[in-house]
């Protein structure tokens, strides 16, 4: 019996019996195309407002009428992600550089563990300026070997 359902599956399948999967861009239209868009751009009164809807316009939009990312790997949608993704990567890269920075700047002090509670703000300052080329210092530490930790030096769980 098995056999026959799995047949009888198989069969509607080849046959064509499924729905055809749409695999275009998730049923969005161009917004210069969408209705609610336009309904929406030609209620817009400030100049910003204009010139927002009309950068829009070459996005596509959904029912709703609003802009939405694409982030499917086709290169004529790369713009809609990759720079923003890029520039959030820079940017926690330098909050966790600055932070490892001001740790490091703190360590061997005699006032180490005061200075993780109350911020010392020249030091804080000081570290987050010097963050602004981590991508650099990254790479320099990396060659360098001062970046990573040897396996003997990493304490692992006896479990």
């Not at 005061?114 to 991508?135: C, F, G, H, N, R």
Request: contains cysteine; hydrophobic residues 45%.
């Amino acid at each position: 019996m098995r056999r026959l359902f799995a047949f009888a599956l198989s069969a509607l399948l080849v046959f064509g019996f499924a729905p055809v999967a749409n695999a275009d861009v998730a049923g969005l239209t161009p917004c210069a195309e969408s209705p609610r868009f336009q309904q929406r751009a030609s209620a817009a009164s400030t100049p910003q407002a204009k010139a927002r809807f009309e950068m829009y316009s070459e996005a596509v939009c959904g029912e709703d009428g609003l802009p939405h990312l694409i982030v499917d790997g086709r290169w004529d949608h790369a713009g809609d992600f990759v720079f923003p993704g890029l520039m959030f990567l820079y940017v926690a890269g330098c909050i966790g550089w600055a932070g490892r920075e001001y740790l490091k700047g703190t360590r061997g002090t005699k006032e180490q563990y005061t200075k993780e509670i109350q911020i010392d703000v020249s030091l804080a300052l000081k570290s987050l300026m010097a963050s602004a080329t981590w991508p650099v210092a990254a790479i320099g530490e990396l060659t360098s070997g001062k970046l990573l930790e040897s396996d003997e030096n990493v304490t692992v769980s006896p479990r």
